[in-house]
């Protein structure tokens, strides 16, 4: 006898809101989890987990998911949209060195300007995320690693973070002096 399903939170988050949307989705279909998976080459376990927002759904994943259900890119989008939050929050990222160079001579292409167009970004906005003169934005990693089916490790680095937290000092004078007048 199956279980009952777990009431869902799609509020929590873009994780639970993506997960929420592949339960619908699913029940639309008249599919069970164990369905699903197997079209999509998968475990009803990871289907469950999944929908609970217990796991965060792979790039192909996502893409089966959203081709089997018929979603026609909106699980992608809210795939992207939890992925863009998971590097909001975390590591300042910067572009590994030549990766736009790379897929520019990977793919054939003249310019790095249809690396840009490919991933649907802007080509200025590339060209200083590649230069390394602007952190980009976790839509843009997300949207670049999905249209090149890259992971993030792949195409980007963790950079150091800058020390800010201590003040500038006078050398050679004590925190409690500098007050003194």
Known sequence: MPQPNRMLTPWASPLHT?????????????????????????????I???????????????RALDQ?????????????????????TGPRLGMRP??????????GWGTVNA????AGLERNNLRLVADG???PTATFVARFC???DLDIDQAFEILPVPNTSEPDRIPDQEPDQADEG
């Open 18 to 46: 993506f997960g929420a949307e592949v339960r619908r989705r699913r029940e639309a279909a008249g599919l069970s989890q164990e369905h699903l998976g197997r079209i999509t080459h998968h475990s009803a376990a990871l």
């Open 98 to 107: 030549g990766v736009a160079e790379d897929l520019r001579r990977d793919h």
């Open 133 to 135: 003169l602007r952190q």
């Open 48 to 62: 469950g987990r999944i929908e609970k927002a217990e796991r965060r759904a792979s790039r192909a994943t996502t």
């Open 146 to 148: 999905m249209a090149y």
């Open 115 to 118: 690396v840009a167009d490919h």
């Open 68 to 88: 089997t259900l018929g979603a026609d890119c909106a699980l992608i989008a809210l795939w992207e949209a939890a992925m863009a939050l998971k590097i909001h």
